[in-house]
Each structure stands twice: as C-alpha cells, then as structure tokens.
C-alpha cells in the first residue's frame, strides 16, 4: 500500500514552454503533498507544500508564479513549471501525506521526474 | 533553522562488510528521525524512523538510535549485501500538523560482490 506515482517520468522541453508533473496518490488519500526538487549530488529541497482545496504554500526563494501548484483532489496534485529555461532541469520528487496521519506523520515518496529544458 | 549533517560519500564496501553512515542534527524542537533509501531508478522508501530519545529503529538488519544526548542518528548494518547499493538520506520532522520533512545531502553506498 501507499504508493506514489509521477507522470511524466521524464521530459524534455524547449526553453520558454510550460511543463505539467502530476502526482497522484493510488490507494491512499493525501491531504497534503509536497513538491521537492533534487539537483545531483544534493539533497531534496522543499518548494511548497500543497493542500487540497487551498493555495499552496511556497518555500522562501521559491516563485509561485514559476512554479503554479495545483491540489484539486485528495488524489492529485500538479506542477506546472512555467516558460521554463535551462535552469529549470531538475529532479522534481513528489510525496503525499495520509488523510489518517500517524504520529509521525509519515510522507510517501514519488519516483521522481526528470525535466531537461532545452 | 533545523538542519541535518551527513557524513561525506560515496562509501564503497565488501559484501558482508560493517557499515555506519553518520548522521547528526540540529533542531529547535524535539524532532522525528528517519532514514529514507533510494535504489537506482526508484523513488524514496522510509528505511527506518525513531520518534524519541533512546528510540531504536530497525530494519533489513538496518538500525539506528536515536541519541539526543549527542543529537545523532547513526545508521549501521552488520553484514551489507550487494542489493543495499542505494542513496541513504538522514531526515528530521517536527512535530506540528503541518511539519515538514528537513533532509541531509544523502550519500550513495556501493557493495562490491
């Protein structure tokens, strides 16, 4: 159980075009996900956290306007990387957090997806 | 802020080897520890957690406790297999509604056959 997808695994795009990353949560409801970005070597960062219904927060020095996440279900949440450039490319990593959250609130990670701006 | 220290990598080991990955943190609270693991190709899987002092997680034959005193969360394992080739992540969590994961740079282990 608790399983994690992200399509598209990954993409490559011209510079200046908007990406779309979905993250759905398969056999369990997420009231929250989280959207992480992963350069090599390093570790995960923190871009926003996301919750269903409301706006989502953003990590300081993260652009909302760059980064639009949407949470319209307690199933999906979307990345939409906008008129993205060379600096974009990244390892973007999802995780969800259970509607029913433990003591430790355990997340659930994603597979990754792998953006490569032209 | 709160923050995590791993030791440097990567780490090559023999299979059957001993291993310790160093972890230390910082944080204002009284933080949840894990230790989340990313195989080639695969997202990351929760390894191991310890939600108090003196707590031991474990499992795969890995272990880790949590030491408040020294505020660390070493992970070892007694006898690395082939198959324990992944990218080890030490992380914290606080403890409110809305608390997030902190996590350290992750070192990449290697077993030689």
């Known amino acids: 159980g608790a399983v994690v997808s992200q399509h598209p695994s990954w993409v490559i795009c011209k510079s200046g075009t908007s990406v779309k990353i979905e993250c759905r949560s398969l056999?369990?409801?997420?009231?929250?996900m989280f959207w992480y970005r992963q350069f090599p070597k390093q570790s995960l960062m923190l871009m926003a956290t996301?919750?269903?219904?409301?706006?989502?927060?953003?990590e300081q020095g993260v652009e909302k306007d760059k980064f639009l996440i949407n949470h319209a279900s307690l199933t999906l949440s979307t990345l939409t990387v906008t008129s993205a450039h060379p600096e974009d490319s990244s390892f973007y990593i999802c995780?969800?957090?259970?509607?029913?959250?433990?003591?430790?609130?355990?997340?659930?990670f994603g597979p990754g997806t792998r953006l490569t701006v032209l | 802020g709160d923050s995590v220290t791993q030791m440097e990598g990567p780490v090559t080991l023999s299979e059957e080897a001993f291993l310790t990955i160093n972890c230390t943190y910082t944080a204002t609270g009284y933080p949840s520890l894990f230790w989340y693991v990313q195989y080639p190709g695969e997202g990351l899987q929760l390894l191991l957690k310890?939600?108090?002092?003196?707590d031991k997680g474990s499992n795969k034959g890995f272990e880790a406790t949590y030491r408040k005193e020294t505020t660390s969360f070493h992970l070892e394992k007694g006898s690395v297999q082939v198959s324990d080739s992944a990218v080890y992540f030490c992380a914290l969590s606080d403890r409110g509604a809305n608390s997030k994961l902190t996590f350290g740079k992750g070192i990449t282990l290697s077993v030689r056959p």
């Open positions: 996301s919750n269903e219904g409301s706006k989502a927060t953003y």
């Open positions: 995780s969800a957090r259970a509607l029913a959250a433990s003591s430790y609130n355990e997340q659930f």
């Open positions: 056999d369990f409801q997420a009231t929250t």
């Open positions: 310890a939600t108090k002092a003196d």
